[in-house]
């Protein structure tokens, strides 16, 4: 039978960008019209370092969506120089959820990201020890290694021995594009889980060079061959925990994409749920969006799930060419499910 709609808890987004200023006004609604909680990156420029940064960028969040149904969770920029104290006061005070460890220049303002994981050992003890998640994002930076490569070489040269190193530390390997993070992500304890895109489920690397280069199919770590695409289908409609759902949702202005030298990221908070609820109706397991999106997150950062629900329904959806100057992901395309609204709106925190 074709389901005509469709309502589950109301979804969280474990990975998303929601930048600053005038641009963080410009795009937490779409995310916070959706999303229950969201998990807030803190690559903005300068990077958000310190417990004082995080608190202050929550304001400004809380500001920009005030009335909204929605809770921002603040992580943590780790560099070379993060103090452990920090971090364990951070968690404590409520301020922070998580800790983002970016290799230096590995992606977006991510030049203050770390040069040698040797270097943050004491805050990955004290994090274990706290009970703070570590979230990942899993390239090597290294010239000689080719770009498709980084994620897996990532896996052997850093995470699987940081995984072996701190055994109690909760580890999210960030966005993954490979069939060997999956695997790997899949042999590990319980510790260790992965998010997943709907880009990444969606689009191989011809995305970016048909009939020319499609700077709005560029994001990091970049899509890969086909046979890792569909290893992420599997994973995330397979019904095991470990993967959830993370947009890395990730706007840039259209100038800065379509450029001699275009940023990497792809914006698709506005589409998000239609394209992920379109792939698992494709792998016929629709009955299993609601796990991926919003019960299997919560459980691995030890959250209750959201009371409210989030409606869905079977209706052609056209995605806008251009949302002021964000070209967004499946830009004039036609999806199968839109996003309908919350079904139990008056449940659930107030910014
Ligand atoms: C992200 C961004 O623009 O901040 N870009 C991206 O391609 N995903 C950074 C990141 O998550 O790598
Ligand atoms: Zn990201």
């Known amino acids: 039978m074709t389901e005509t709609s469709l309502t589950i808890r109301r979804p969280d987004d474990w990975h998303v960008h929601l930048r600053d200023g005038d641009r963080l006004a410009m795009v937490l609604g779409e995310t916070a019209r959706v999303f229950g909680r969201a998990i807030v990156m803190p690559n903005l420029s300068p990077p958000v370092t310190t417990v004082k940064d995080a608190a202050a960028y929550r304001n400004r969040i809380r500001q920009s969506g005030k ?8 992580t943590l920029y780790l560099t070379d120089a993060t103090d452990p104290d920090e971090v364990e006061k951070g968690f404590r005070g409520g301020v922070i959820v998580a800790c983002k460890l970016y290799p230096a220049h590995a992606t977006t303002n991510s ?28 390239e090597v930076t290294d010239t000689d290694v080719d770009v498709f490569d980084r994620e897996a070489v990532f896996i052997e040269r850093i995470l699987a021995p940081l995984v072996r190193d701190f055994p109690a530390l909760r580890i999210v390997f960030e966005h993954v594009t490979t069939k060997d993070a999956v695997d790997f992500v899949a042999a590990q304890a ?14 191989n690397r011809n995305a970016m060079f048909r009939g020319g280069f499609r700077p709005h199919a560029y994001c990091l770590p970049v899509a890969k ?11 995330a409609v397979s019904g095991n925990p470990k993967f959830f759902l993370g947009t890395d949702s990730a706007p840039h202005a259209v100038a800065t994409k379509e450029s001699a030298c275009g940023c990497a990221g792809i914006y698709n908070a506005p589409v998000a749920m239609s394209a992920y609820a379109t792939v698992f109706e494709e792998e016929g397991a629709l009955d299993r969006l609601e796990n991926f999106a919003s019960h299997f997150g919560a459980e691995f950062y030890g959250m209750p799930v959201n009371e409210d629900s989030l409606m869905l329904e079977r209706a052609p959806f056209t995605v806008p060419e251009r949302i002021g100057d964000m070209v967004p992901f499946l830009a004039g395309e036609t999806l199968n499910w839109r996003v309908a609204g919350l079904a139990s709106p008056t449940k659930g925190p107030v910014l």
């Open 67 to 74: 009335g909204a149904r929605f809770v921002p969770l603040m």
């Open 225 to 235: 061959r086909e046979v890792h695409r569909l290893a992420l289908r599997k994973a």
């Open 111 to 138: 030049e203050h990201g770390v040069t040698d994981v040797a270097r943050i050992r004491p805050v990955l003890a004290r994090m274990e020890k706290v009970g703070l998640p570590l979230l990942v994002h899993g």
């Open 190 to 203: 319980k510790t260790v889980a992965a998010t997943i895109t709907p880009h990444h489920l969606m689009i």
